[in-house]
C-alpha cells in the first residue's frame, strides 16, 4: 500500500470519477451532522437556551472552515511536512492542493480530499461546546473554537493520519476519527464544564430535556450523515467504504438496544426515545476507529460495550460533581476510548485487505501490541485535548471582553434572549386570576407565525356577562 501511495503522488492521471463523486457525497453528509449535533442539543437542554445551541454548532461550521483554508488543512494532513507532530504551511491558504492527489487519497483530487477533511474539523469543537450548554457566552465561544481546533485537533488529526504523524507511524488504528473527533471533544467538554463551573441550580434543581421530537430528529441527522463520515473515510467507492457503512449502521442499533435495556431497567420498566437515541450515538462513536478494520459481527459487540459503557458513565457527573451539561464525555469521551480499545482487539486484517491495505490486525489477528497502540494513542489524545484546553480556557478568561460563563441574570434568562435576543418558542400563559372563569378559549400561534397566543374568556358574575380579551407573549417553554 505504502508503494501504491508513492507511485501516485505526483500523478493525477489515477483519479477516479467515481471515488469522487462518493467523496463529494460524504463531504455533504458530514455537514449535515453540524446541524444535527445542534438539534439534538437543543433537545437535551431547556427550551431557554435551544436557539444559541442551534447556532454554536452551525457557527462553528463558518469559523472553523476559515481556519481550515487559512492554516488548519496544512497543520492536520499535510504529506510534506517532515516531523511527526505538526505540519508545515505548504498548503496554507489551500495553494498547492488543486487537483494533485494526497497521499492518503490517492484516486481523488487533493481539493476534494481538503472539503471533506474540513467538514471533520468542523463538526468536532461543536461536539465540544456542549460540555459547557447553558453558560457560555458566544463572542469568546467563537475565539475558542478558532484556537482550539488550531491547537488541539489539528495536532491530533496529524498524529494520527499524516503519513509522518508519531501515532500514525507507530501503528496507531485510527479509520474515521475516535481519536481526533471523539476523544478530543469529549475532553474537552470535560474540560469546558470543569473551568467554567456548574450551572446555577445544579445538584439541587432537576435538568430534563425539553424537546424530545428535536432529539430524535438530531439524532436521524447523524446516524444518516455517518454513513458519509465512515464510509467516505474508504476516501473511494470501494467494498472497504461498503463495510465500513455496514458496521456503522449495526453499531449504532446495537448501541441504542443496549442503553435502552439498561436504562429500562434502572428507571423504573419505561423505555424513552432520549435513552435509545443516546445509545444509538454511542454505538455511532464507538465504532468511528474501527470502521475499516472489523467485521459486521464485532460491530454488535462495539454497540452493546459502548451502549452500557457510556450509559454508566453518565453517573460520573453527579458521582464527581462536575457539570457535563449535555454528557459530551460520557457519550464522546468515553464511547472514543472504548472503540480505540476495542480496535485493538477486532480489527481484523482481512477487512483492511478489501482495498489492497495490509494491517497487522488486533488479538483475533494475533497482534497482541495493537491494543498497547490503541492505548497509547487513547491517552495521547485525551491528555493534550484536556490540558490544553484548560490552558485555553483560563487565558480567555483574563482577557478582557472574552470572559466565557455568561452573567447571572443571563443564565437564568436563557442564553437565547441574553445571548441573542431570540426566543425559540414563544406562547401563552394563562394568569392565576383567570383560572376558574367559564368558556375559556385560547387562538393565537397561527400556524408558521410567532404570534402571541390570545386569550378570550367570558365572565359571568353577579353584576352580568361580559367579554375580555387578552394576550400573552412569553419566551420559553416546558423544562425553561
Known amino acids: 500500500m505504502t508503494a501504491l501511495l508513492k507511485r501516485y503522488d505526483n500523478d493525477t492521471s489515477h483519479i477516479d470519477s467515481g471515488d469522487t463523486a462518493w467523496i463529494l457525497v460524504s463531504a455533504a453528509l458530514v455537514f449535515i451532522m453540524s446541524p444535527g449535533v445542534g438539534y439534538f442539543y437543543s433537545g ?52 498547492n492542493v488543486g487537483d494533485k492527489p494526497h497521499a492518503n487519497a490517492p484516486s481523488i483530487p487533493g481539493d476534494v480530499y481538503a472539503v471533506f477533511q474540513c467538514m471533520f474539523a468542523a463538526l468536532t469543537p461543536a461536539l465540544a461546546l456542549g460540555g459547557a450548554a447553558e453558560r457560555v457566552r458566544i463572542f469568546p465561544a467563537i475565539l475558542f473554537c478558532f484556537v482550539w481546533t488550531t491547537i488541539v485537533y489539528d495536532p491530533i488529526a496529524y498524529w494520527s493520519w499524516a503519513p509522518k504523524g508519531w501515532m500514525y507511524v507507530m501503528g496507531s488504528l485510527d479509520y474515521a476519527g475516535g481519536t481526533p473527533v471523539h476523544i478530543a471533544s469529549g475532553f ?3 474540560a469546558f464544564s470543569i473551568v467554567l463551573g456548574k450551572r446555577k441550580g445544579f445538584g439541587y434543581e432537576k435538568f430534563e430535556p425539553h424537546n424530545y421530537l428535536n432529539i430524535i430528529l438530531g439524532t436521524s441527522l447523524l446516524w444518516f450523515g455517518w454513513f458519509g463520515f465512515n464510509g467516505g473515510s474508504a476516501v473511494a467507492s470501494n467494498g472497504r467504504a461498503g463495510m465500513a457503512s455496514a458496521v456503522t449502521h449495526i453499531a449504532a442499533c446495537m448501541g441504542g438496544l443496549s442503553w435502552s435495556l439498561v436504562a429500562y431497567f434502572r428507571n423504573g420498566y419505561k423505555f424513552s426515545s432520549f435513552h435509545f437515541c443516546s445509545g444509538a450515538i454511542s454505538g455511532l462513536v464507538a465504532i468511528t476507529p474501527a470502521s475499516g478494520f472489523v467485521a459486521p459481527w464485532a460491530a454488535l459487540v462495539f454497540g452493546a460495550v459502548a451502549g452500557v459503557a457510556c450509559h454508566f458513565a453518565v453517573d460520573f457527573k453527579e458521582k464527581f460533581g462536575y457539570d457535563d451539561a449535555l454528557d459530551v464525555f460520557a457519550v464522546h469521551g468515553v464511547g472514543g476510548v472504548v472503540g480505540n480499545l476495542l480496535t485493538g482487539i477486532f480489527a481484523s486484517k482481512a477487512v483492511a485487505a478489501l ?58 434568562s436563557g442564553t437565547d434572549v ?17 383560572l376558574g372563569r367559564d368558556n375559556v378559549s385560547l387562538s393565537g400561534l397561527e400556524q408558521g407565525n410567532a404570534r402571541p397566543a390570545t386569550l378570550t374568556f367570558e365572565d359571568n358574575d353577579a353584576s352580568g356577562k361580559s367579554s375580555i380579551t387578552g394576550s400573552q407573549e412569553k419566551p420559553g417553554a416546558v423544562g425553561s
Not at 492536520?76 to 491558504?93: M, R
Not at 441574553?418 to 383567570?434: Q, W
Request: hydrophobic share 50%; proline share 2%.
Open 355 to 412: 482495498n489492497g491495505s495490509e494491517i497487522g490486525g488486533g488479538w483475533i489477528d494475533h497482534h497482541w501490541k495493537q491494543f498497547g497502540y490503541q492505548l497509547a494513542g487513547s491517552c495521547a489524545g485525551a491528555g493534550w485535548s484536556f490540558v490544553v484546553t484548560c490552558l485555553i480556557l483560563v487565558i480567555l478568561n483574563y482577557i478582557p471582553g472574552l470572559r466565557l460563563r455568561i452573567h447571572e441574570d443571563g443564565e437564568i
Open 188 to 190: 474537552a467538554a470535560l
Open 44 to 95: 437535551m437542554a431547556r427550551s431557554k437556551n435551544a436557539v444559541s445551541l442551534v447556532f454554536l454548532c452551525m457557527v462553528a461550521m463558518a469559523v472553523v472552515s476559515v481556519q481550515w483554508v487559512i492554516w488548519g488543512y496544512s497543520l492536520a494532513l499535510s504529506d510534506t511536512a517532515s516531523n511527526p507532530f505538526i505540519g508545515n504551511l505548504s498548503y496554507g491558504l489551500l495553494l
Open 418 to 434: 441574553a445571548e441573542m435576543g431570540e426566543h425559540g418558542y414563544k406562547y401563552a400563559t394563562i394568569e392565576p386570576n383567570v
